[in-house]
């Protein structure tokens, strides 16, 4: 157990609707990261958030959108589905922007119909 | 642009065998490097970090090492057991905290 939780985890959506998946961080942990992981592919990077602001962002059209709350929680949100969203969505949380081990939680399955 | 490459993509041998993972990078100005065990439909689990200074870490049965000047890293199993199927992923720790991940190996270890 990493005692990263995620919710929900499972969903199925149709295309063009919107979606929000959440993330519940380990206390302490400042800095959440979000992964898109398709069938068979490593998890890919989407963006980062670091005390609420966020600090990287990886190859997602703006679409993809989050939020980091001071609770340490977070949320990913996409709007106008696709097809090709369908995918297994971490989250991971660490206790700083620097190297250190990245704890991940157990994944929402979102199918996209 | 990082790329992470991991060979091969499964792996089945006979419970108790020592094996070899070998995960490989393009670029080699990385913070460090993390393998993780994913188990089906799951989450990841990490069971190494290497920092970008270290050339090894240990954890029971599990050794990773790290030449970063040739951009590779190896995870070695000792004692392979059937409970240590599944899928391994290495990832490369760049700015910002960014893993960037390989594909992948499927082991599958057989009584």
């Known amino acids: 157990e990493t005692g990263v939780t995620q919710s929900p985890t499972h969903l199925i959506k149709t295309r063009g609707q919107q979606v929000t998946l959440r993330c519940s961080s380990q206390s302490g942990h400042n800095t959440v990261s979000w992964y898109q992981q398709a069938l068979g592919q490593g998890p890919q990077f989407i963006f980062q958030?670091?005390?609420?602001?966020?600090?990287g962002r990886g190859n997602f059209p703006p679409r993809f959108s989050g939020l980091q709350f001071p609770n340490y929680s977070s949320e990913l949100n996409v709007n106008a589905l696709e097809l090709d969203d369908s995918a297994l969505y971490l989250c991971?949380?660490?206790?700083?922007?620097?190297?250190?081990?990245?704890?991940f939680g157990p994944g929402t399955r979102l199918l996209v119909l | 642009k990082q790329e992470v490459t991991q060979i091969p993509a499964a792996l089945s041998v006979p419970e108790g065998e020592n094996l070899v993972l070998n995960c490989s990078f393009t670029?080699?100005?990385?913070?460090?490097l993390q393998w993780f065990r994913q188990d089906p439909g799951k989450g990841l689990t990490s069971l190494l970090l290497?920092?970008?200074?270290?050339r090894e870490q240990t954890s029971g049965r599990l050794n990773a090492s790290l030449d970063k000047s040739s951009g590779r890293s190896t995870l070695y199993i000792a004692a392979s057991q059937p409970g240590d199927s599944a899928t391994y992923l290495c990832?490369?720790?760049?700015?910002?905290?960014?893993?960037?991940f390989g594909t992948g190996t499927r082991l599958q270890v057989t009584l």
């Open positions: 958030y670091y005390r609420e602001e966020e600090n």
């Open positions: 990832a490369v720790g760049g700015t910002a905290s960014k893993l960037t």
């Open positions: 290497i920092q970008s200074s270290q």
């Open positions: 670029d080699s100005a990385i913070y460090n």
């Open positions: 991971a949380s660490s206790l700083a922007r620097s190297q250190e081990t990245q704890y």
